[in-house]
């Protein structure tokens, strides 16, 4: 029996907290995934203006495609963002 002021978090049948899904229709989801931008050849070409073009741009696809930035990090080589997409929307 709980009590009203049980702090322990619920469970699903896989042992993830509870909580953090989003809802459709008649579904629950949690949608993460990280995905890497990379120049051909790694070449180091994000810098100064480049980067805070490059992360402008990227909010704003964000933002008009209804998909949440969790974490971001731009590197001198390499983008890395994990986002939260939506079931309906592909990665692609």
Known sequence: MRSGNCKCQTRNQK???MGNEKSLAHT???CKYHIVFAPKYRRQVFYREKRRAIGCILRKLCEWKSVRILEAECCADHI???VEIPPKMSVS
Do not use: A, D, E, I
């Open 28 to 30: 629950r989801w949690n």
């Open 80 to 82: 890395h963002m994990l």
């Open 15 to 17: 042992g993830v907290p």
